[in-house]
């Protein structure tokens, strides 16, 4: 796996107070290739042996593209660009040769890159990078933030599979210390084990489960149950561990304000009284139906002041744990929809704290109902 430098002291800190700014991005410009151009002929993934990683079935569950236009995907992206790009170090014990392949997730097919690198352990590893020109082609400068939590919700979804295929436990680094890769995560063969697991979903994921996995269209009206909403809260408090964040959700009526988990995770608490909903909406790019939604989680934290390492933890600990909690929601069928871009989210400064200290980092709307429901009543 190639390492690239690491950033310039102030490059991703100036790029991330820049997202957080009210500037507008400019003209869409061109994505380029949906896909990394890797070297060599495209090779289909054999099936798997009884004893096998079935690498086949890992790659369907997590990163396939279920379209032909590749934006319909397991593991959500704004704006559908998809920028996650996929370099698989196989070992033994897996449906492929030892050896280094690029996956491409719109045919389903990988290119041998290389011979595996020495002590590649059984199993398989992911190295997950980003081409930065597919999402900044729409969102220009609002882009870095946007890539980072990308690259967390495809290493949760490589988590998620690996689970659902009943792997043993995997390992997920996402301590952002990389530029390139972004995050690694290490899968055994079924058996195998781990050194260091993150926290799981409450039950394995059925693989139907995951291929059913949709952001949901807004609006998401309709304030979901307490119980429901404790555990898309315990589920991404969880997920975020290792991970320099807070965790809290926007309520609507009949009693509007920010809830928290409880210390023991059994109950939730207030934080905040009042409605924030419509403020959500003006900070996250102005999209309007939030102030509507049910109930809206938030991750928050990563102050002003935070160095490059910190904010890509924390970004890519969001995503993970934000599509963790989505899982959770659609178990206790709720509708809910990732939202990522968020400009001016001072969320301490609004609630009296010191400005820069606590800022929103990702969120997960949700609603009992969703859009299509609604257009049909």
Same mark, same amino acid.
């Given at each position: 796996?190639?390492?690239?430098?690491?950033?310039?002291?102030?490059?991703?800190?100036?790029?991330?107070?820049?997202?957080?700014?009210?500037?507008?991005?400019?003209?869409?410009?061109?994505?380029?290739?949906?896909?990394?151009?890797?070297?060599?002929?495209?090779?289909?993934?054999?099936?798997?042996?009884?004893?096998?990683?079935?690498?086949?079935?890992?790659?369907?569950?997590?990163?396939?593209?279920?379209?032909?236009?590749?934006?319909?995907?397991?593991?959500?992206?704004?704006?559908?660009?998809?920028?996650?790009?996929?370099?698989?170090?196989?070992?033994?014990?897996?449906?492929?040769?030892?050896?280094?392949?690029?996956?491409?997730?719109?045919?389903?097919?990988?290119?041998?890159?290389?011979?595996?690198?020495?002590?590649?352990?059984?199993?398989?590893?992911?190295?997950?990078?980003?081409?930065?020109?597919?999402?900044?082609?729409?969102?220009?400068?609002?882009?870095?933030?946007?890539?980072?939590?990308?690259?967390?919700?495809?290493?949760?979804?490589?988590?998620?599979?690996?689970?659902?295929?009943?792997?043993?436990?995997?390992?997920?680094?996402?301590?952002?210390?990389?530029?390139?890769?972004?995050?690694?995560?290490?899968?055994?063969? @079924?058996? &195998?084990?781990?050194? *260091?697991?993150? !926290?799981?979903? #409450?039950?394995? /994921?059925?693989? $139907?489960?995951?291929? =059913?996995?949709?952001?949901?269209?807004?609006?998401?009206?309709?304030?979901?149950?307490?119980?429901?909403?404790?555990?898309?809260?315990?589920?991404?408090?969880?997920?975020?561990?290792?991970?320099?964040?807070?965790?809290?959700?926007?309520?609507?009526?009949?009693?509007?304000?920010?809830?928290?988990?409880? @210390?023991? &995770?059994?109950?939730? *608490?207030?934080? !905040?009284?009042? #409605?924030?909903? /419509?403020?959500? $909406?003006?900070?996250? =790019?102005?999209?309007?139906?939030?102030?509507?939604?049910?109930?809206?989680?938030?991750?928050?934290?990563?102050?002003?002041?935070?160095?490059?390492?910190?904010?890509?933890r924390a970004h890519l600990r969001a995503g993970f744990a934000v599509h963790l909690a989505q899982v959770t929601a659609r178990r206790h069928g709720l509708a809910a929809r990732p939202v990522g871009s968020w400009q001016q989210a001072d969320l301490g400064a609004a609630l009296g704290a010191a400005p820069g200290r606590d800022w929103i980092v990702h969120a997960l709307a949700l609603g009992t109902r969703h859009a299509d429901e609604e257009n049909s009543t």
């Amino acid at each position: 796996m190639e390492h690239l430098r690491e950033d310039p002291p102030t490059g991703l800190v100036a790029a991330l107070a820049r997202a957080r700014s009210p500037e507008r991005p400019g003209p869409d410009t061109p994505a380029g290739t949906a896909v990394r151009p890797w070297p060599g002929p495209p090779r289909p993934i054999p099936g798997a042996g009884p004893a096998d990683l079935d690498l086949r079935a890992l790659l369907r569950l997590s990163l396939a593209a279920s379209d032909p236009s590749g934006r319909l995907r397991p593991a959500p992206s704004a704006g559908a660009l998809h920028p996650v790009d996929t370099e698989l170090v196989v070992g033994a014990g897996c449906s492929l040769p030892p050896g280094r392949y690029g996956y491409d997730p719109l045919r389903h097919r990988v290119h041998h890159v290389g011979p595996p690198v020495d002590g590649t352990p059984p199993g398989v590893t992911a190295a997950l990078s980003v081409t930065a020109q597919r999402t900044a082609s729409h969102y220009g400068h609002r882009a870095r933030p946007l890539l980072l939590l990308d690259t967390g919700h495809a290493a949760a979804a490589l988590f998620l599979a690996a689970r659902a295929l009943g792997a043993g436990g995997s390992d997920v680094r996402l301590d952002g210390r990389t530029e390139n890769p972004l995050a690694v995560v290490r899968i055994p063969p @079924p058996g &195998g084990r781990s050194p *260091r697991r993150p !926290a799981e979903t #409450e039950d394995p /994921p059925a693989p $139907a489960e995951l291929l =059913a996995r949709r952001s949901a269209p807004p609006p998401l009206p309709g304030l979901p149950p307490r119980d429901a909403l404790r555990a898309v809260l315990a589920t991404a408090q969880r997920g975020g561990e290792g991970g320099p964040l807070r965790w809290c959700a926007a309520v609507g009526p009949p009693r509007p304000g920010l809830v928290r988990l409880a @210390p023991d &995770g059994t109950a939730l *608490r207030w934080y !905040a009284a009042g #409605e924030a909903r /419509p403020t959500l $909406a003006a900070w996250a =790019a102005g999209q309007a139906w939030l102030a509507d939604a049910g109930a809206v989680l938030l991750a928050h934290g990563c102050p002003t002041d935070a160095d490059a390492t910190h904010i890509r933890r924390a970004h890519l600990r969001a995503g993970f744990a934000v599509h963790l909690a989505q899982v959770t929601a659609r178990r206790h069928g709720l509708a809910a929809r990732p939202v990522g871009s968020w400009q001016q989210a001072d969320l301490g400064a609004a609630l009296g704290a010191a400005p820069g200290r606590d800022w929103i980092v990702h969120a997960l709307a949700l609603g009992t109902r969703h859009a299509d429901e609604e257009n049909s009543t």
